[in-house]
């Protein structure tokens, strides 16, 4: 993807993909924040929304990761009362 190859290892093919795109995800995420770090400030009065690259990350995509990571912790960690 974009001249990267990603990949990973486990005993599941379908794991071993699930964290190799984890990975790509991971990467994207730095690159984007990255990004963002390196624009300039927005003054007071201008419009916060993103322009250009900013809005093509795939932030629906994104999230639904971490929530499915989330969940599956809770399921791996029960939470102590």
């Known amino acids: 993807i974009g001249g990267q190859t990603y990949s990973a290892n486990h005993i599941s093919e379908n794991y ?3 964290k190799a795109c984890q990975q790509f995800f991971h990467d994207m995420l730095a ?3 990255n990004n ?3 624009s300039p400030e927005m003054k007071l009065g201008e419009n916060s929304n ?3 690259s900013h809005s093509d990350f795939p932030w629906s995509h ?3 990761l ?3 990571n989330l969940i599956n ?3 791996v960690k029960p939470v102590v009362t």
């Open 62 to 64: 994104f999230a639904s």
């Open 31 to 33: 690159k984007e924040i």
């Open 16 to 18: 071993a993909k699930q």
């Open 66 to 68: 971490a929530m499915d």
């Open 73 to 75: 912790q809770w399921a």
């Open 50 to 52: 993103p322009k250009g």
């Open 36 to 38: 963002q770090s390196e």
